[in-house]
């Protein structure tokens, strides 16, 4: 079992930087593959990025790409989000995630992944 807790979201102006971090308990988490997702009001929830194991693989959606980095530290047990350039359409609830089977590639499917955490609000300001 794993248990994921996010923090770092908060209200940030638009072009600001935010850096959210999911800790997690488990033995295991350095075997899972981890992403982030997030929940616009009224919308459904979407992929943002996603990173296996070793944190040599890394996958973003088009909408953040090039504005936010995923990194992990399995040491630790945490894979953070670090979003830069921020606009007002990343507001949102952020969700970590952690899918524990083995796949070939890495899933941008929420339905693929086990645990969750409780999300973190994150707000741009225009």
């Known amino acids: 079992q794993v248990q994921l807790v996010e923090s770092g979201g908060g209200l940030v102006q638009t072009g600001g930087s935010l850096r959210l971090s999911c800790a997690a308990s488990?033995?295991?988490?350095?075997?899972?593959?981890l992403a982030w997702f997030r929940q616009a009001p009224g919308k459904e929830r979407e992929f943002v990025a996603v990173i296996n194991w070793s944190g040599g693989s890394t996958y973003y959606a088009n909408s953040v790409k090039g504005r936010f980095t995923i990194s992990r530290d399995n040491a630790k047990n945490t894979v953070d989000l670090q979003m830069n350039s921020l606009k007002p359409e990343d507001t949102a609830v952020y969700y970590c995630?952690?899918?524990?089977?083995?796949?070939?590639?890495?899933?941008?499917?929420?339905?693929?992944?086990?645990?969750w955490g409780q999300g973190t609000q994150v707000t741009v300001s225009s």
């Open positions: 488990g033995r295991t988490f350095s075997r899972y593959v």
């Open positions: 995630a952690a899918d524990r089977r083995t796949r070939v590639g890495l899933s941008t499917t929420e339905y693929d992944y086990d645990y």
